[in-house]
């Protein structure tokens, strides 16, 4: 590692308005490392990147490159620089090729102007073998996994010579292996010489992944440290101010009355024969790998999708299949896994989005009474402990986090038998996490049924009563709590237990 960092921030301040997203903040980014960056939803992540990427100015303080300030003119200029940044969903040309979309105004020429298309393959080749990938340069994008748009991105800026590359949550979007890949071409760049800074909620990649941590914490710095001397509750402590004590606070609760039966349910080519049950205080969750056909078992309990096969039954009551409204009639409540396309309307207000499955009741005559609407959206928001400004604001200004539990009071306020959760805690900060599932857990205590998805095993353990596990479409075993382990679970998601 050498002695120069290859960036850094030396005492950044940065406000907008009153608000204060960056205090003082220091960062070092050193050729050949993984850096961690850590913290909350709302600690200054994201400020902290765009200024970086010249998408920010600092008020005060300075970006070093090489030791030397300099600042950035914008993005552009950062990429000039060498500084590239990867997000979580690329954006890349649909309808050009992989080798189009990493040369865009780039393309290497002829002696006439033309663009020698045999030279920009050529290139883009060596680019993959340089990270140990293998993609097609002549594919379409359009088409392409999350996982392999991330590989074009990261390419490109290989190809522009990026001696900085920032991966802002790149894992939330895919799969197992994916994941693993991804980590591989980053010990390759690594190797290449490349300063890497790292962003993700989930701790396990940042201990596996990198060589240190930077935390945040509401908009300052807290620590800068080499991971190997730290431990999850070290991490946790730091990002949270708090010892945040148990991040799974299941309670144990009665258990009542089946309020969920689902027998037979088949949707063809989706899954087969699908049979469990939910009793009211119970929390069972749905495991399995991606694919496995979880969140279209719970699309179709809820009549998004029709089943072709079996029967849904709410307290007793049989649904028919394919409708929504008679799901929600009958006391279901569906909080799905996008909560930005499934779970909100972006252009709405907060208030108005925890209103919308309630707005008979809201009903004044022929007008929506606004202000039954704010009382209702007032009193989710304490219970919930939103954070807010005005519950007028957009809802698309709330940290992730916060949206889920918009999503969360919306469907609570239907006062719901049985909830269905679809990867409840995905994207959210550890904290937020950790106030999600006592919430589960105090409806179950209520007397709600919840049925949890969730691809995040140790919140499947945490919090499950019943672990129902989904292989290829099918359910494959039924594991109770006081004998449900890692390996279990994953032997079974992959087919392997009887």
């Not at 914490?217 to 708090?242: C, F, K, N, Y």
């Not at 929506?368 to 809802?395: H, M, N, P, Q, T």
Request: hydrophobic fraction near 45%; glycine fraction near 10%.
């Amino acid at each position: 590692m050498s002695v120069t960092p290859t960036l850094a921030l030396a005492n950044v301040s940065k406000s907008f308005g009153a608000v204060r997203a960056l205090r003082e903040v220091s960062l070092d980014l050193f050729a050949g490392e993984a850096h961690a960056l850590a913290g909350e939803n709302g600690a200054g992540k994201s400020t902290l990147v765009k200024t970086l990427a010249g998408v920010h100015r600092p008020d005060t303080g300075q970006v070093l490159l090489n030791g030397e300030p300099v600042v950035f003119a914008g993005p552009a200029d950062a990429q000039q620089a060498g500084v590239a940044v990867i997000y979580q969903e690329p954006t890349l040309f649909p309808d050009l090729s992989v080798a189009e979309n990493i040369f865009m105004g780039r393309q290497p020429r002829r002696s006439l102007g033309r663009i020698d298309r045999k030279a920009m393959r050529a290139q883009t080749r060596e680019l993959f073998e340089r990270l140990g990938v293998a993609l097609d340069p002549e594919q379409p994008s359009r088409g392409l996994s999350i996982a392999d748009q991330q590989l074009v991105e990261i390419a490109k800026a290989l190809s522009r010579d990026a001696r900085v590359l920032i991966m802002d949550e790149p894992t939330a979007a895919l799969s197992g292996n994916e994941v693993a890949r991804l980590f591989s071409v980053v010990e390759a760049l690594r190797e290449h010489g490349c300063a890497i800074l790292f962003i993700s909620h989930r701790l396990d990649e940042i201990f596996s992944l990198c060589q240190r941590v930077t935390t945040l914490r509401d908009g300052a710095w807290i620590a800068s440290e080499p991971v190997s001397g730290l431990t999850h509750d070290d991490l946790v402590r730091r990002m949270v101010g708090r010892e945040l004590g148990a991040l799974y606070p299941k309670e144990e609760a009665p258990l009542g009355e089946v309020a969920l039966q689902v027998e037979r349910l088949t949707r063809e080519g989706v899954f087969t024969d699908v049979s469990f049950q939910v009793r009211r205080g119970e929390i069972v969750a749905l495991a399995g790998l991606v694919g496995a056909g979880r969140s279209e078992v719970a699309r179709a309990v809820f009549g998004v999708d029709r089943w072709d096969a079996g029967s849904v039954s709410v307290d007793g009551r049989r649904l028919p299949a394919g409708s929504p409204t008679a799901a929600m009639g009958a006391g279901l409540a569906l909080v799905p896994e996008d909560r930005r396309q499934q779970g909100l309307v972006m252009e709405l207000s907060i208030e108005r989005n925890i209103g919308l499955t309630g707005l008979g009741s809201l009903r004044r005559g022929v007008t929506i009474s606004r202000k039954a609407e704010r009382d209702r959206a007032k009193d989710w928001a304490v219970r919930l402990r939103l954070k807010f400004a005005r519950l007028s604001d957009g809802v698309g200004v709330l940290s992730g986090g916060n949206q889920q539990k918009v999503v969360l009071a919306k469907w609570l306020a239907t006062k719901p038998s049985v909830l269905i959760v679809d990867e409840p805690t995905r994207g959210i900060d550890v904290g937020t996490k950790a106030e999600v599932h006592r919430l589960l857990s105090e409806l179950a205590g209520q007397g709600i049924a919840v049925l949890m998805i969730s691809s995040d095993l140790p919140e499947v353990l945490g919090m499950a009563d019943r672990v129902l596990v989904m292989h290829e479409g099918r359910l494959t075993a039924e594991i109770s709590r006081a004998d449900a382990t890692e390996e279990s679970v994953m032997n079974a998601a992959t087919g392997r237990a009887a």
